[in-house]
């Protein structure tokens, strides 16, 4: 049902905003409220230098209990104090899923989460890091049939 691929990542330097105790009903206004508040910061500072991402922090999935990190990559380092973390997302490789808008909710992008672990498992691949959602067009004005995020887990 999904195609899994892989591919690597440079280092990116990344406007990062984390919160905890987010429900799944919150998760889309959140994230949506997140990225326009990056994204006036990264203009800021030279501007957004890649695809947004969202770092999903918690050992286990709770609908109710949300831990997630917005990143977002940015061409230069502030010169001065913002309102977000500025860090270093250090390179890596990643195990991924392309999803299109209609797969991006749940239960679907569930699934995908599922099916990528389940890659890893099966090709005895571990995580370096917390699964997340890479997202590389705009989700809103995107069709339903049109391709607009991963879901890429983190490996060594």
């Not at 987010?22 to 994230?31: N, V, Y």
């Not at 997140?34 to 999903?56: C, D, K, S, W």
């Not at 973390?85 to 239960?107: C, G, M, N, W, Y």
Request: charged share 30%.
């Amino acid at each position: 049902m999904f195609r899994i691929e892989r591919r690597e990542v440079a280092e990116q330097l990344v406007l990062c905003e984390l919160h905890e105790r987010l429900s799944q009903a919150e998760l889309a206004d959140h994230l949506r409220a997140t990225m326009e508040r990056l994204t006036e910061l990264a203009e800021q500072h030279g501007g957004v230098a890649g695809p947004t991402f969202t770092i999903y922090r918690d050992d286990e999935f709770d609908p109710e209990n949300i831990t997630v990190e917005t990143c977002m990559p940015i061409h230069r380092e502030p010169a001065v104090p913002v309102a977000a973390t500025v860090r270093r997302e250090p390179a890596h490789h990643e195990v991924f899923v392309r999803l299109t808008k209609s797969q991006a909710v749940p239960p679907q992008v569930g699934e995908a989460f599922a099916a990528v672990a389940e890659y890893l498992e099966q090709h005895g691949l571990v995580e370096a890091d917390a699964a997340r959602e890479v997202y590389f067009t705009d989700f809103v004005a995107a069709g339903p049939d049109d391709l607009v995020m991963d879901v890429a887990f983190v490996i060594k």
